[in-house]
């Protein structure tokens, strides 16, 4: 794992503050509805499906703090990273780092998926897992981290299988992060998670539509290896 560095205090000032400001920008979602929509954006519905056939999936929901990828996009390392495959096993990819808003609160887990260990259990000393809670607004780095309001706004956007850019998604649901910095108020992370890879550990084909929050529905953003998933749309 990359370089650990001391976590956000568990007080009420910032990290606790910026959380319950969050709660505004969320989907009032029942739990079954949080988990779908999670499924959908980092991993389609044939993911969806398979898991609901097979456990190489446990979704869960996880309490605490946990990075929220959704709204960012990622440079590559030059390194690989091991990620876990539905079913066993595990499988190199390259890898991306990625700056994620820290959150507090309940979130989507896959505790067999991305790299975790079976819990929400966190990674390590001073290390936090990249969740998924279906917000609207999330603070973003493309607009200074404001948290909330306009520059915060988080809306669905859709890379067509036409611009062949499947293979530059970025999959962090589920991977580990660490790091902690303080950006306009907003505590920042960074997560390093797998490019061209969908939430089973199987490659995305250039030639796939995926979904993702980043951009602010601006398209020229499905190519700055925006965190998403593979989708079904056609």
Request: glycine share 12%.
């Amino acid at each position: 794992m990359h370089g650990k560095v001391k976590y956000v205090r568990r007080d009420r000032s910032n990290t606790a503050r910026q959380a319950a400001r969050d709660r505004s920008g969320r989907a009032a979602l029942p739990l079954k509805t949080m988990i779908a929509l999670g499924v959908v954006l980092f991993g389609g519905a044939a993911v969806a499906e398979r898991a609901a056939a097979a456990p190489e999936h446990e979704f869960r929901i996880c309490n605490g703090y946990y990075a929220l990828c959704a709204a960012s996009t990622c440079t590559p390392t030059g390194k690989t990273i091991t990620v876990n495959l539905s079913g066993g096993g595990t499988a190199q990819y390259p890898e991306v780092a990625c700056a994620c808003p820290i959150e507090s609160g309940e979130a989507i887990a896959d505790v067999v998926g991305g790299n975790m260990k079976g819990s929400c259990k966190p990674p390590g000393e001073g290390e936090i897992w990249s969740l998924y809670d279906p917000k609207k607004e999330i603070p973003q780095y493309i607009n200074g981290w404001v948290p909330t309001g306009p520059l915060a706004k988080a809306p669905l956007l859709t890379c067509s299988k036409d611009l062949n850019l499947g293979h530059q998604l970025a999959n962090c649901f589920s991977f580990a992060c660490n790091g902690e910095r303080f950006v306009n108020g907003v505590p920042v992370a960074t997560c390093y998670c797998p490019l061209g890879e969908a939430p089973d550990g199987s490659s995305v084909a250039p030639h796939t539509t995926f979904v993702t929050q980043a951009g602010q529905g601006d398209d020229g953003f499905c190519a700055e290896h925006p965190v998403g998933g593979p989708a079904s749309v056609p």
